[in-house]
């Protein structure tokens, strides 16, 4: 396989930086904010999605932020987590609440983070809630996403872990297989563990090498680290529309029957 020196947050700063300016209408994700004010007390006066879900993270956030009642913490996980986000079968509040409390305020990532892949798109919403200056929600839509550019730009980059979704747009295209498609070669072995050893990021690595990747994006498209939060609502947004009918104009182009 050709190998491509551009990295894959070169891929994803160009896929993006002509889009970047677009984001609030893109961004289209709905939530009832009537609940957010009898819960939370949070007044809203944004009329689009993306102003309205602006304003309810960071007043969460400060709420987080001032508050050592885990009581407190714990239902605004449940509800950012279980209602927002709409991951109904959540229910590890506390093991979530633990995970984090050392971190709570923390302005840089840790060189380790020692919590288990199987979740990531539970907790990850927490942590961008109580660690803001460097966590950021992970979820199927957005490693698809990742996944897509990769898979459009050559394939060339380890594959991003892909958490279980809802989305049977994204499932219609299994950008996994497609991605494999490109980059296996002559004699390597079927073994599902051997090809996750070399065309995966470990589980344990995803996290990290994906805020990572936020960084060098929003350093990229706007000329600093402070807009990763950006970058994922661009990639969440872009996932099943735009990014998914690049991906099936490029898979259609390449049919035997084009």
Known sequence: MKKDHTSIEGCVAQYLIDKKDCLPSLYTWKFTTSIATERFGISFSGQTPFEKVMELKNSLRKQVASSTCTIQQGEIAKYFIKEW????????????????????????????????????????????????????????????????????????????????????????????????????????????????????????????????????????????????HEVEMLLFALADGEIYSDVFERLSANSPNA
């Not at 803001?132 to 980059?157: E, H, K, T």
């Not at 990290?208 to 680290?225: E, Q």
């Open 85 to 228: 986000g709409g991951i109904r079968r959540f229910t590890k509040v506390e093991e979530t609440l633990r995970h984090f409390s050392g971190l709570k305020g923390s302005s840089i990532a840790p060189q380790r983070l020692k919590i288990p892949f199987q979740g990531i798109s539970s907790w990850s919403k927490w942590a961008s809630i109580v660690c803001p200056d460097w966590a950021c929600i992970y979820d199927a839509r957005v490693a698809y996403a990742l996944n897509a550019i990769n898979y459009l730009a050559g394939a060339n980059q380890l594959i991003f872990q892909v958490p279980p979704g809802q989305n049977s747009r994204l499932r219609m295209l299994d950008i996994n297989t497609l991605l494999l498609s490109q980059r296996l070669q002559n004699g390597e072995s079927s073994d599902p563990a051997k090809m996750r050893i070399n065309h995966f990021i470990p589980k344990p690595d995803t996290y990290l090498r994906y805020l990572a990747l936020l960084r060098g994006v929003s350093n990229a498209v706007w000329n600093d680290t402070s807009h990763i």
